[in-house]
């Protein structure tokens, strides 16, 4: 028996090796999908690795050698817009050390633009499996490893006699409890949280959707408005679990909107609170769910709740409006406040760079964004999603038609009166002007330790890894006495 047959069973699912700056900045954290997907792949006879090519910092020759190896029957690669092109590379590695291996492609951006993808890459790409893949995957590799007809399995796009084929579409998994995560497959020593010393992060869900339709996003469109959660007492077994089988300290909670339904969401407080685990939790949700429970807020910080990032996007009521946030300036001003009052580091966002952006636009919302007073605020640039709604307004302005570049940190719109090169050194300036401020206030916290160390060590990571680093060198580098702030500080 040759390699090849040997191995006919096995799957690799390769995370590609994309870096901006952004997420690797404060730490890692694995590739959930993944976990899901290994998990319903090993319960029908698959023989599964998960490879986090980025959380390793490994470069195309040490995939390519890893590929060539393992040889496995099947490779699958996930990608959003940033990272297709990347994804699209790892395959064509693939396709050059294994010319039998099956490959598959999923994530938002395959499942949106399976066409684009298939019409360029078919030689690379065998198949895009389109949205949720815990319950598509397995049935796609089993009917290819029987031969039965592909074409039989929902939600799926191929090529076939030169013609691209879509199947039907799957309906989303009525209950998530019943699958598997494959935690046993994860490599958690690549997973730290630059902020807390011996720390070890998971990422879970709790719930899949969102009903909100922020028109710059995708994740409306995903889960096409629906919502789904679980049953509370396992979200908490599963943290439990985490935490005394592999020492998991610090959980990342994936969901979109976690705080959705009131009542669950008090009792996974409850549960959290009552078993006193030790964990520290980040996780996302709206300013609306944070005013709603501002009478329990307190018992947010007392289940371990540290961290949660609110995404405000605007200090305009206008383009508020525009982007179909239903929330207003004031609304989320105070709910960053409650956070903030709780002990808890609050984090936020605001988009820029839209057609109508202007220096004068930009210097009142960083006014503003000080009005919100954030711990950490991100001055992202709006990227042209090309399955978002506002895609075909945008459309005109768009300069930059790389892929890799739509990663909210680099300019890929031209706005009216600026050009893209001026759009970034005011997007700079609005970061080095922020945290000037913000690090005086820092050196004079009192009360809250643990709060004070993160933010500082926080921001420490921010400079040593995000994207950050290298442009504030051409404005000049932060200044010396702020440099020497953080350092005095740092412990």
């Known amino acids: 028996m040759n390699n090849r047959d040997k191995n006919a069973d096995k799957v690799l699912l390769v995370t590609p090796p994309y870096h901006c700056g952004v997420v690797e900045s404060a730490g890692r954290w694995p590739n959930l ?51 297709i092109n990347d994804a699209v590379k790892v395959l064509k590695i693939a396709r050059e050390e294994c010319p039998n291996v099956t490959t598959f492609l999923g994530g938002v951006h395959p499942t949106f633009c ?20 815990e319950l598509t995957t397995p049935e796609l590799l089993e009917a290819h490893r029987k031969g039965s007809d592909i074409a039989k399995v929902p939600g799926i796009a191929f090529v076939r006699d030169g013609q691209i084929w879509r199947t039907s ?33 998971a990422i879970l869900s709790s719930s899949r959707g969102c009903i909100h339709e922020c028109a710059f ?68 949700t709206t300013a609306k769910d944070i005013l709603r429970d501002h009478d329990i807020i307190h018992r947010y910080r007392e289940a371990g709740i540290l961290f949660i990032y609110i995404g405000v996007e605007s200090t305009s009521d206008k383009k508020l409006v525009e982007f179909k946030k239903d929330v207003r300036f ?17 984090e936020s966002s605001l ?28 001055f992202l640039l709006l990227a042209p999603w090309p399955y978002a709604d506002m895609y075909d307004s945008l459309k005109p302005y768009i300069e930059v038609f790389d892929y890799s570049k739509y990663n909210l940190v680099e300019p890929v719109i031209k706005p009216r009166t600026m050009t893209r090169d001026q759009l970034m050194k005011q997007v700079l300036n609005c970061y080095r002007s922020y945290y000037m401020k913000k690090l005086p206030e820092w050196a004079t916290m009192k009360g809250n330790p643990l709060k ?19 442009h504030m060198k051409g404005l000049g580098g ?5 440099v020497k702030l953080i350092k005095s500080l740092d412990f």
């Open 169 to 201: 579409p799957r309906e989303f998994a009525a209950d998530l409890d019943v699958f598997t995560p494959a935690w046993h497959l994860v490599n958690w020593s690549d997973y730290p949280l630059y902020f807390i010393d011996n720390s070890t992060v």
């Open 114 to 133: 399976w066409e684009e993808i298939l019409s360029l890459h078919s030689d690379v790409v065998d198949y895009c499996v389109l949205g949720e893949g």
């Open 452 to 470: 004070r160390s993160c933010l500082i060590r926080g921001m420490n990571a921010i400079m040593k890894n995000s994207f950050l680093k290298d």
């Open 351 to 378: 988009i820029l760079g839209t057609p109508d952006e202007t220096p004068e636009t930009i210097k009142e919302t960083l006014a503003l964004a000080r009005e919100y007073n954030a711990d950490f605020m991100h």
């Open 478 to 482: 932060m200044p010396e006495h702020v």
């Open 33 to 83: 999908g993944f976990v899901y997907i290994a998990g319903e792949l090993e319960k029908v006879g698959f023989e599964v690795e998960i490879y986090d090519a980025m959380s390793k910092f490994h470069d195309y020759d040490q995939i390519r050698a890893h590929i060539r190896d393992l040889a496995p029957g099947f490779i699958g690669v996930t990608a959003i817009t940033a990272t």
């Open 330 to 346: 004031e609304d989320s001003k105070k709910a960053l406040q409650l956070i903030r009052d709780a002990g808890m580091i609050v």
């Open 217 to 284: 996003c995708s994740q409306h469109k995903f889960w096409q408005g629906s919502y789904r959660q679980r049953d509370p007492h396992k979200v908490v077994a599963e943290i439990e679990h985490l935490a005394k089988t592999y020492g998991i300290n610090v959980f990342f909670i994936a969901d979109e909107y976690p705080t959705y339904d009131r009542q669950r969401w008090e009792t996974i407080l409850d549960l959290l609170i009552e078993k006193k685990l030790g964990v520290h939790l980040l996780m996302e």
